[in-house]
């Protein structure tokens, strides 16, 4: 597609419960990101992936977060035994270099 | 460790105002500057970007911003507000070699009529 693309776009899951997010980026970046973004708390860094390089994975809260990307394409990340602190908007964003980012349109997740 | 600051969390403009937004970072290297916009249920889209060179930039959507390295400043300007700018910016700062950008918490732009 010619943008990064999210699903769900909403997910709304109970707590203790494990969910995958998935991320397409655009093709040809070579690097990926997620972010998460809280209210009133902007965008805090997840984790990064750029080509065949080992995951830069300084920004995952605990251990309970984890994230994958296959064939250097698409990205899923996990959450394990969801807590009401994780609910937040999930972001996705992509490039070729440069540091210049391409955002998805996030996953809104709501832990209940 | 680099930080961005948006000390404006909420700005009201009367629409065909003049509009700025302030960023300021702290950043030991040359950084690259970001501004970013997101509207109501919207990802962020990249409105400008700072790299090197010339100190003023101009964006999309009539946007420009200013680089001061004497005052760590990147701060967003708009000559002339529309309604349809209402929105959250974020100011951000990278750096070559980093793996990621950092963000301000967001400026909300409100547009009065």
């Known amino acids: 597609g010619a943008g990064v693309s999210q699903s769900p776009s909403n997910k709304v899951t109970e707590k203790g419960k494990d969910v995958e997010l998935r991320c397409d980026p655009i093709s040809g970046h070579t690097a990926l990101y997620w972010y998460r973004q809280s209210l009133g708390q902007g965008l805090e860094f997840l984790i990064y992936?750029?080509?065949?390089?080992?995951?830069?994975k300084s920004g995952l809260p605990s251990d309970r977060f984890s994230a994958e990307r296959t064939g250097g394409s698409v990205s899923t990340l996990t959450i394990q035994r969801t807590q009401q602190e994780d609910s937040a908007v999930y972001l996705c964003?992509?490039?070729?270099?440069?540091?210049?980012?391409?955002f998805g349109q996030g996953t809104r997740l709501t832990v209940v | 460790a680099q930080s961005v600051t948006q000390p404006d969390i909420h700005i009201t403009v009367s629409e065909g105002a003049s509009l700025e937004l302030r960023c300021n970072y702290s950043y030991g290297a040359t950084p690259y500057l970001f501004w970013y916009v997101q509207s109501p249920g919207q990802g962020l889209q990249l409105l400008l970007k700072?790299?090197?060179?010339?100190?003023l930039v101009q964006g999309i959507k009539g946007f420009e911003a200013e680089f001061k390295r004497s005052q760590s400043s990147f701060n967003l300007r708009k000559p002339s507000v529309h309604w349809s700018d209402a929105a959250e910016y974020f100011c951000a700062v990278g750096a070559q070699g980093y793996s990621t950008l950092t963000f301000g918490k967001g400026t909300m732009l409100l547009v009065s009529p």
């Open positions: 992936f750029q080509g065949n390089s080992a995951p830069d």
């Open positions: 964003a992509s490039s070729r270099g440069q540091l210049e980012a391409f």
């Open positions: 700072y790299f090197s060179g010339d100190t």
